[in-house]
């Protein structure tokens, strides 16, 4: 976030003339709204200023609309490093023990308490996103990093399933599990055992390889925003 505060001194901000933004951050309510940027400079907090645009959007972000300053030696500050920021906000979200962890533009969490694969599903959606789908192996080999740190004990559902279409696999996304892409079923599987399997899981007993099983068995699993 940009300080609504001068900084204590100049040459702060990596900068001689740090700026900051006069007047309060906008609720979400009120839109994009106009302030005012100030270039604190020679014991002026408002030596240089010019017009800016921020936005408030869910889940305690901000969004600026920043020209470049229109003269050199200033920059604009942030109250934190961005990284804090960015992981600050992810902790607000959800509601269960753990938080959702950030990898580029999605966001992941796993919940420690155990649901069917509709229940989970709907958990997810609450959140305003769905079960995780693994597309690459660095997914897969990121969420079993968050799977060692939870349990790794439990089985895990997720966003996979040949509900609609026996034997045709659909991620959560609603993209088909594409042929020639990644998979990472485990040895015999998706075997449909009993007739009755339709629901992805990430199997603990076979190295969180993936499995079908019974969709209203209560698992732990994975989201994702
Ligand atoms: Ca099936
Ligand atoms: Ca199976």
């Given at each position: 976030m940009m300080p609504t505060k001068r900084p204590l001194e100049t040459n702060r901000c990596g900068t001689h003339a740090p700026v900051w933004m006069k007047g309060?951050?906008?609720?979400?309510?009120?839109?994009a709204v106009r302030r005012t940027a100030c270039a604190f400079w020679e014991g002026e907090e408002c030596h240089w200023s010019w017009t800016i645009h921020v936005m408030a959007c869910p889940a305690g972000y901000y969004v600026y609309k920043l020209?470049?300053?229109t003269i050199c030696h200033a920059a604009y500050c942030t109250t934190v490093p961005l990284d804090e920021d960015a992981e600050g906000s992810g902790e607000s979200e959800g509601s269960g023990d753990m938080t959702y962890t950030r990898r580029g533009d999605t966001q992941y969490k796993i919940y420690t308490e155990s649901k069917t694969y509709d229940a989970a599903k709907k958990t997810c959606a609450a959140d305003?996103?769905?079960?995780?789908?693994i597309k690459t192996e660095a997914v897969y080999n990121f969420?079993?990093?968050?799977?060692?740190?939870?349990?790794?004990?439990?089985?895990?559902?997720?966003?996979?399933?040949?509900?609609?279409?026996?034997?045709s696999w659909?991620?959560?996304?609603?993209e088909p599990l594409n042929d020639g892409g990644f998979t990472k079923w485990a040895p015999g599987e998706p075997n449909n055992a009993e007739g009755i399997q339709d629901c992805g899981q990430l199997w603990a007993a076979k190295d969180f390889r993936w499995d079908d099983d019974r969709c209203y068995n209560a698992k732990y699993f994975i989201c994702q925003i």
């Open positions: 309060e951050h906008p609720t979400s309510i009120q839109g020209p470049k300053p305003g996103g769905h079960l995780a789908v969420l079993l990093g968050m799977i060692r740190d939870a349990d790794v004990n439990k089985d895990y559902w997720i966003g996979l399933n040949d509900k609609a279409v026996e034997n659909t991620w959560a996304d609603g």
